[in-house]
């Protein structure tokens, strides 16, 4: 631990200057290649990588033996990735094909070290489903029947996953370095400063004096933090360390408490401009502009929250939700003065992509430099150059972390892209789910919702949805579904694992919390978060919903009408009414977002 932290002249604990250091460099490195000019991939992804590895194997180390090898490893993997860098020209010209066994031993070495990245920094599941795709494309020959594929040269095979721009350095690599490490630096900036507390106090103000307050104002608060976080575990702990307490404080049941913070959170993922990173990946795999994307994702991301909403209202009925207390809601001064360090940055962010015209990423730094002047100021609007320092250093540890582990999950999902590519399995796969659909749309779309929940229950959401619409994507969109629409459904299913049992990360967080039985928290988050297993469904029958810059009443009608289905069916699950009134509700709510 002597490593990640040394005290004070105080006595306090703060970071030892060695991560300040390296998420300085981390920062400067990702902002640097948008100002000074085009890099090649075979040069800027390997830096991605070697920047990444000390915080996954080293930063994240638990024990004293994963400490040690990730060290060693940590080394190696900075020299196999310097090689990469260093020898890219030549190896843009071998076009793949590894022809020495020290590029053998190095392509080998970097898959090994993207699984183990991977593993250390967010478990199995996913480094097992990839150690399964690259089994398959190192002995799919051997297998009989469709599902066999001719084989490859393993010189062939390796050098493609790590010498040429895919597998490893693929597309998807090149959007965590370019675009997704950008918003991921410019949350880390917001958070260091005072634009959470600007959140909550924004929430508080708008929500706390009204029935069932204290959980509207967790609904608030988190939409608002989701949106420069993307992260369910993030939101559920910062925002939750304040919003749980307040609720049980005032006598909400303990199960409700965490199941409002844990659907109030996920809800970050979807909603723009970050979405957990999702957004700038349907950008590369869709060729969809990012404002379109946004503008396709906003509508029903409201519909989310909304409907959460109508669940805290509708559980008021079963219990009495009390407002919260005139006495602990923020003057309008407080609000004011909070509001300013997300407001600045945020409608910066707007302004430079919508009236600017810039690309999403320069207009991002833009707004990272603009947050980081704000950190000079504290909720006083006091200046303080030792608070400036101590926030940016904050920041600066907080990027390079959230950088190399969502660095880490999406270069172990490009080897699995990598093998989809190089054998077919996709297409094959896509032909499969065709044949058991029998050619029919819903139940293709039923057949991929349940691939996402399952794969999404042990992978990160960006990664499930990634894999899932690789293989599902082709199928839906043959049955006639619009590419963005296809995406937009996958990427919501694969978010289902955050709430559903028996594996659901921000439901664990959140009893954890509130101190109640995970069970419980995940029944009345299941409830509440009703619209995650409706909305992607709605959005089939009702296509119009994603086309608000092109057709913006259509647009909205389609969101008014699934707002009116939805409120039906939430009341229906969750109000203290009679059976058969409740019954009512949910069907005619289903039949007007369905049928009508």
């Known amino acids: 631990m002597s490593l990640l932290l040394t005290s004070d002249a105080d006595g306090g604990r703060r970071l030892h200057p060695a991560w300040v250091a390296l998420g300085a460099a981390t920062v400067v490195f990702h902002l640097g290649l948008i100002f000074y000019g085009l890099t090649p991939a075979l040069v800027s992804r390997p830096m991605h990588m070697a920047l990444a590895l000390p915080w996954v194997l080293i930063f994240m180390a638990r024990t004293p033996w994963q400490r040690i090898s990730g060290w060693l490893l940590t080394g190696l993997g900075v020299a196999a990735c310097a090689y990469i860098a260093l020898n890219e020209r030549t190896l843009a010209n071998q076009y793949g094909f590894i022809d020495t066994s ?18 250390r920094a967010i478990g199995w599941p996913l480094p097992l489903v990839a150690l399964a795709a690259l089994a398959y494309g190192a002995l799919g020959q051997y ?48 958070n260091a400063g005072e634009a959470g507390q600007g959140f909550m106090n924004l929430a508080s103000a708008f929500a706390g004096r009204l029935t069932g307050g204290a959980a509207k104002v967790s609904v608030i608060s988190s939409a608002l933090m989701g949106s420069i976080s993307g992260s369910a575990s993030a939101n559920v702990a910062s925002t939750g360390a304040i919003t749980i307490p307040s609720m049980v404080r005032l006598g909400y049941p303990r199960a409700l408490a965490g199941a409002v913070e844990a659907v109030a959170s996920s809800g970050g993922q979807i909603m723009p401009p970050l979405m957990g990173a999702g957004a700038f990946v349907m950008v590369e795999l869709t060729g969809t502009p990012y404002t379109q994307i946004m503008a396709a994702a906003l509508l029903p991301a409201i519909l989310y929250f909304v409907t959460v909403w109508v669940g805290i209202n509708a559980y008021a009925t079963r219990h009495d939700l009390k407002p919260v207390a005139e006495s602990e809601r923020p003057s309008p001064k407080e609000v004011l003065i909070t509001s300013l360090f997300f407001a600045v940055p945020f409608v910066l962010l707007l302004e430079r992509i919508f009236l600017g015209g810039y690309t999403p990423q320069y207009a991002a730094s833009i707004a990272i430099f603009a947050g980081m002047a704000l950190l000079f100021f504290d909720v006083t609007l006091s200046f303080s150059l030792r608070g400036f320092l101590t926030r940016l250093a904050d920041a600066a540890v907080t990027a390079g972390r959230q950088v190399a582990v969502i660095g880490a999950i999406i270069i172990c999902a490009s080897l699995v892209i990598g093998v989809l590519s190089l054998t077919g399995l996709g297409v094959k796969i896509t032909s499969g789910i065709l044949s058991l659909s029998n050619d029919m749309l819903w139940p293709a779309l039923l057949l991929t919702a349940l691939a996402c929940l399952i794969l999404g229950m042990e992978v ?18 043959a049955l006639g579904l619009e590419p963005l629409l296809a995406h937009l459904f996958v ?29 419980k928290v995940a029944l009345k988050a299941m409830a509440l978060g009703i619209g995650l297993y409706i909305i992607p469904l709605a959005m089939i029958s009702n296509p119009d919903i994603i086309r608000l810059d092109s057709n913006p009443v259509g647009a909205l009608v389609d ?32 039949v007007v977002i369905f049928a009508i």
């Open 102 to 119: 020290l590029q053998m031993a190095i392509g080998g070495f970097l898959i090994f070290l993207a699984l183990e990245a991977a593993r």
């Open 143 to 190: 297998l009989p029947g469709v599902f066999g594929h001719p084989g490859m040269p393993m010189a062939s095979y390796v050098g493609t996953l790590t010498i040429a721009e895919s597998g490893l350095w693929g597309s998807l690599t090149g959007v965590s370095v370019g675009v997704v490490a950008i918003f991921v630096i410019f949350g880390a900036v917001l």
């Open 460 to 477: 990160p959401t960006t990664a499930a949805y990634v894999i899932c619409v690789s293989v599902a994507g082709p199928a839906l969109t």
């Open 491 to 519: 990427f919501w299913f694969a978010l289902l694992s955050t709430i559903t049992p028996p594996v659901c990360g921000g439901v664990f967080i959140a009893a954890g919390m509130v101190g109640e039985n995970w069970l």
């Open 559 to 590: 969101a008014l009408k699934i707002a009116v289905g939805l409120t039906g069916i939430s009341f229906g699950v969750i109000a203290r009414k009679a059976w058969w009134l409740r019954l009512a509700l949910i069907v005619a709510g289903a």
